[in-house]
């Protein structure tokens, strides 16, 4: 009869309300979960910063020291070779090496005690000891990842253990004697 099926389409339009009710909070959460990282990329102060060059006042950092810093989230280790390490690194035949590079290639002219390289390492992306007074700096005496125990020399370049290269030397320039501008 027009009454039942009036009746029965009543009740289809309120169940169907409530599942298209239900379905658009559903996509809206989901929506909005994957939006966030969308927007917060699109932020223009956190692309500007992730850019950004940073420039570091190394006249504190002795011959024989090393700090950490940050830069474009990354660490960045900052080490002010002795003679002695320079020549540990200068002593290493080529062929020895796994990524073969000289002390040279890694540092700048007439600032050869500077080493400068990304603190992250090539094997799976953990952060070398090494940086901090009294940390293990690995039997070769630059770093030593303590995940999978990779060692680098004073060159920052990998002598032992499962990381495939040396850590990376970042884009810089000194700005002035003691100013170094990364990035
Ligand atoms: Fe450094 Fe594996 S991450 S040795």
Redesign the pocket.
């Known amino acids: 009869t027009p009454d039942h099926d009036g009746a029965v389409e009543g009740d289809g339009v309120r169940r169907r309300d409530f599942i298209n009710i239900a379905a658009v909070s559903a996509a809206g959460v989901g929506g909005l979960s994957v939006l966030y990282p969308l927007i917060n990329q699109m932020n223009p102060s956190a692309d500007v910063l992730a850019l950004a060059s940073i420039e570091v006042d190394v006249s504190a950092i002795q011959s024989g020291q090393a700090i950490k810093t940050i830069w474009r989230k990354q660490p960045v280790f900052i080490r002010n070779l002795t003679p002695a390490e320079q020549q540990a690194a200068n002593a290493v035949p080529l062929s020895e090496l796994r990524d073969p590079q000289t002390l040279a290639e890694r540092t700048e002219e007439g600032r050869r005690n500077w080493l400068i390289t990304l603190g992250v390492?090539?094997?799976?992306?953990?952060v070398?000891l090494g940086a901090a007074e009294g940390e293990n700096k690995g039997e070769y005496g630059g770093y030593f990842?303590?995940?999978?125990?990779?060692h680098y020399d004073t060159a920052a370049r990998i002598r032992k253990?499962?990381?495939p290269l040396n850590l990376e030397v970042p884009e810089y320039t000194f700005t002035s004697d003691t100013i170094v501008q990364i990035g």
């Open positions: 390492c090539t094997h799976l992306g953990c070398p990842c303590p995940c999978h125990g990779s253990g499962p990381a």
